[in-house]
T-cell receptor, first 115, second 114 residues
Framework: GAGVSQTPSNKVTEKGKYVELRCDPI?????LYWYRQSLGQGPEFLIY????????DSGLPNDRFFAVRPEGSVSTLKIQRTERGDSAVYLC?????????????FGSGTRLTVV | GENVEQHPSTLSVQEGDSAVIKCTYS??????FPWYKQELGKGPQLIID?????GEKKDQRIAVTLNKTAKHFSLHITETQPEDSAVYFC?????????????FGGGTRLMVKP
């Protein structure tokens, strides 16, 4: 597609529920990144993929968070047993690959609210 | 790990004036420094970037300078316009072997008054 697409744009869920956030990267981009942005702060790294494999998941806050990219294109960020502190905007970005310094293209994000 | 600090947190200028945003970083191995503009309800958009092998880069009204010795870099916007109003983020990356994972500053809210 023309840009990075994230769905849903907004998600409200109850504490303790499971949520999935989807990211469609730009066609041909092999690197995909997930960031989390709390209100009034800069994005914080969660995980990135080169192709199908998670090259670095050191930013995932705990084992309730998991992400997959089974076919090297679409990625899903999964959050189990959601907590109110998980409320934030989850941003996805893609780039040509992880070895060159090309800038990312970010999606518009999914605003997650845990009530 | 890398730590990026950004100043000021808010900046108000008159249309036509210049705006300068400054960032410092801690990891001397960082070699890629992009700047992003984020408008309300949208994701960050790359506006300019600089690599550690150059000291300055310019693109129309926007320029970035890098001082590797002091570990700081700055964004300069000249002839500001109301549409420049947004939140600006600097970032740093070791890139290549580190997979271009970005560490962002806390952001600067720029307001351009007409």
């Amino acid at each position: 597609g023309a840009g990075v697409s994230q769905t849903p744009s907004n998600k409200v869920t109850e504490k303790g529920k499971y949520v999935e956030l989807r990211c469609d990267p730009i066609s041909g981009h092999t690197a995909l990144y997930w960031y989390r942005q709390s209100l009034g702060q800069g994005p914080e790294f969660l995980i990135y993929f080169q192709g199908t494999g998670a090259a670095d998941d050191s930013g995932l806050p705990n084992d309730r968070f998991f992400a997959v990219r089974p076919e090297g294109s679409v990625s899903t960020l999964k959050i189990q047993r959601t907590e109110r502190g998980d409320s934030a905007v989850y941003l996805c970005a893609s780039s040509w690959d992880m070895w060159t310094n090309y800038g990312y293209t970010f999606g518009s994000g999914t605003r997650l609210t845990v009530v | 790990g890398e730590n990026v600090e950004q100043h000021p947190s808010t900046l108000s200028v008159q249309e036509g004036d210049s705006a300068v945003i400054k960032c410092t970083y801690s990891d001397s191995a960082s070699n890629y420094f992009p700047w992003y503009k984020q408008e309300l309800g949208k994701g960050p958009q790359l506006i300019i970037d600089i690599r550690s092998n150059v000291g300055e880069k310019k693109d129309q009204r926007i320029a970035v300078t890098l001082n590797k010795t002091a570990k700081h870099f700055s964004l300069h916007i000249t002839e500001t316009q109301p549409e420049d109003s947004a939140v600006y983020f600097c970032a740093a990356s070791r890139a290549v072997n580190a997979g271009n994972m970005l560490t962002f500053g806390g952001g600067t809210r720029l307001m351009v008054k007409p």
